[in-house]
């Protein structure tokens, strides 16, 4: 599969957790490592995957990784992923930020 990063068009739409190929809402976790988790549709018909790096649980970028059916791995009995909107904590300003 040609790596190929995804537009900020569908970044938006994986942080509203939206799926950018069917336009469905949900995704289930896949393996994570560093500052990366793969996700793929929960819809039935799409199950497109993507391998997204995010800060502060906001997408930085993303690409597209192979599906069950085109040889990717089983990610059947992983929990559901929260969208990264309710994950996302705001700290308050330290003291000193708020003279900047």
Do not use: Y
Not at 18 to 35: A, L
Not at 80 to 100: A, F, G, T
């Amino acid at each position: 599969m040609p790596f190929e990063m995804l537009s900020d068009a569908a970044l938006r739409l994986i942080a509203g957790d939206w799926c950018p190929d069917c336009h469905q809402r949900g995704f289930i976790r896949g393996p994570r490592g560093g500052m990366a988790v793969n996700i793929e549709c929960r819809n039935a018909a799409c199950k497109a995957r993507f391998n997204v790096a995010d800060v502060h649980n906001q997408p930085l970028w993303a690409h597209r990784i192979e599906k069950q059916s085109e040889g990717g791995a089983d990610w059947s009995t992983l929990p559901p992923l929260r969208p990264l909107s309710e994950r996302m904590r705001l700290l308050p300003p330290k003291d000193d930020e708020d003279e900047i």
